[in-house]
Structure formats: structure tokens, C-alpha cells
């Protein structure tokens, strides 16, 4: 059992920059594929980003393609996403997800993982 807990939320201005960490326990997630949803008040779970096992596949929301950077340090058991250009928008509950599906497949579905971390907010103020 995989067992992720999210660091680094917080509150910002719009315009700065908050890394989020995913640390992962119980498990190695080395061959995991890892993803980054958010969720704000009264919204649907969306999709940010992920990233391959091996780290050569990563996939990004539209919203959010140019300013965050998903990335994996598979000797620390971590994942991170470092958030650029913040803007209010981006303001919601950030989950880390896992999922240990053998192949890369469209990773934007929630159903696509299998453990999540409980979240970290991340507030953007104008």
C-alpha cells in the first residue's frame, strides 16, 4: 500500500511561485506513473499534470502549460510541481496521485490512479 502526503501549499500573491512536494511511503513509486489534480470549492477534480515512471513523459493541463513543471526524484520516493506565473484561478486543494498501471496511458482521469494524498490548498490573491 502506497501511502502520499503532500507539502508546500500556502498563500501567495498572483504573479509568484510555490513548489508543491509529494513525498510517497510504503512502497517505492519508482514505476509509478505520478499525477497532480486540483479541486476547488464547488469544482470538479481537474487534471494539472504527470509524469512517466522514469520521468521522460510528463503531461500538462492546458491552463497551466508553461508556468508548472512536474518532476520526480525517484531516489527521495518524491514528487514536486513547481507553480510559476500563479494566478487566482489556480487557487484550490492540490492532490498528488499514484497510479501503477504498467503503461503511460491518457492520465487525466482521476480514475486513472489509484492512491491519492488528502491535499494541500494553495490560495492566489489578486
Known amino acids: 500500500h502506497v501511502q502520499l502526503v503532500e507539502f508546500g501549499g500556502g498563500s501567495v500573491q498572483a504573479g509568484g511561485s510555490l513548489r508543491l512536494s509529494c513525498a510517497a511511503s510504503?512502497?517505492?513509486?519508482?514505476?509509478?506513473?505520478m499525477g497532480w489534480f486540483r479541486q476547488a470549492p464547488g469544482k470538479e477534480r481537474e487534471f494539472v499534470a504527470a509524469?512517466?515512471?522514469?520521468?521522460?513523459?510528463?503531461a500538462y493541463a492546458d491552463s497551466v502549460r508553461g508556468r508548472f513543471t512536474i518532476s520526480r526524484d525517484n531516489a527521495k520516493n518524491t514528487v514536486y510541481l513547481q507553480m510559476n506565473s500563479l494566478k487566482p484561478e489556480d487557487t484550490a486543494v492540490y492532490y498528488c496521485?499514484?497510479?501503477?498501471?504498467?503503461?503511460?496511458?491518457?492520465?487525466?482521469?482521476?480514475?486513472?490512479?489509484?492512491?491519492w494524498g488528502q491535499g494541500t490548498q494553495v490560495t492566489v490573491s489578486s
Open positions: 496521485a499514484a497510479d501503477n498501471s504498467p503503461s503511460w496511458r491518457r492520465q487525466r482521469s482521476p480514475d486513472d490512479y489509484r492512491y
Open positions: 509524469i512517466s515512471a522514469a520521468g521522460g513523459i510528463t
Open positions: 510504503g512502497r517505492t513509486v519508482s514505476t509509478y506513473i
